[in-house]
């Protein structure tokens, strides 16, 4: 796994960073808000290590990388993508759910849950979500899917990414320099590593994708 992020995932935001600089911040998240597994764990703390860098010069402003820019970028980029998100939402509904949602491992009675979740906690599951791993790129669609209103959505759900944002970049101003030196401490677990996450993924899909939602107990 971490050979992967070494040959696939660094070479691919360090090209993109590379060439757009805070843009390509912004579109990453925009890419892991809209519902794309491309882990905002990776990509906000690897801008982090180019601010913890002065010798790394951002693409646009031929400057050196600035940790409240990015951060800025950051929430930009998440705020569009929930927007997508929520639109996908809004306007295909259940219909779209009823044909699809299987494919997406959503299952209707967890729609049920999110809206009257919704309907009971709307603006602070909308900040708060921003704040979880995982369900933090997908809970734009049922926000759309419930209609909470557009500019409390927006403005609960980017205050949320602010707060995420700044927190991963941080840590990876933090980590710095050490990445190398963390990176050869685990390069030996990388198959061990490797090969726990794609069981338990394989898992996920199978019992998501095999398993109806629960049935109502008689009256």
């Known amino acids: 796994m971490l050979a992967f992020i070494d040959g696939v995932v660094i070479p691919f935001l360090n090209g993109l960073y590379g060439a757009v600089g805070y843009i390509g911040v912004a579109v990453a998240m925009a890419i892991e808000s809209a519902m794309v ?40 980029g998440n705020t569009v993508g929930s927007l997508i998100g929520y639109a996908i939402g809004a306007w295909g509904g259940r219909p779209f759910l009823e044909r699809y949602g299987r ?11 999110a809206e009257h979740f919704f309907e009971r906690y709307g603006s602070a599951t909308a900040f708060f979500s921003r704040l979880l791993p995982i369900v933090r790129t997908f809970i734009s669609f049922p926000a ?29 101003v933090l980590l710095g320099a050490r990445w190398q030196d963390i990176r050869h401490a685990l390069q030996p677990f ?30």
Not at 50 to 69: G, H, I, K, M, Y
Not at 103 to 113: D, K, Q, T, V, W
Not at 154 to 162: D, E, L, P, R
């Open 37 to 76: 597994p491309l882990p905002s764990e990776l990509i906000l703390p690897y801008a982090g290590f180019l601010v913890s860098d002065p010798t790394q010069t951002e693409r646009l402003t031929a400057a050196p990388w600035n940790f409240w820019v990015v951060v800025v970028a950051a929430t930009v």
């Open 103 to 113: 494919y997406l491992l959503i299952r209707p009675h967890e729609l049920e849950l």
């Open 144 to 172: 759309g899917v419930a209609r909470m209103p557009l500019p409390r959505f927006i403005a609960y759900s980017t205050a949320g990414a602010f707060f995420w944002s700044a927190a991963l970049v941080y840590a990876g």
């Open 190 to 219: 990388d198959l061990l590593v490797a090969i726990g996450v794609i069981a338990a993924i394989g898992l996920f899909v199978w019992w998501r994708l095999g398993t109806p939602g629960r049935r109502r107990p008689a009256d």
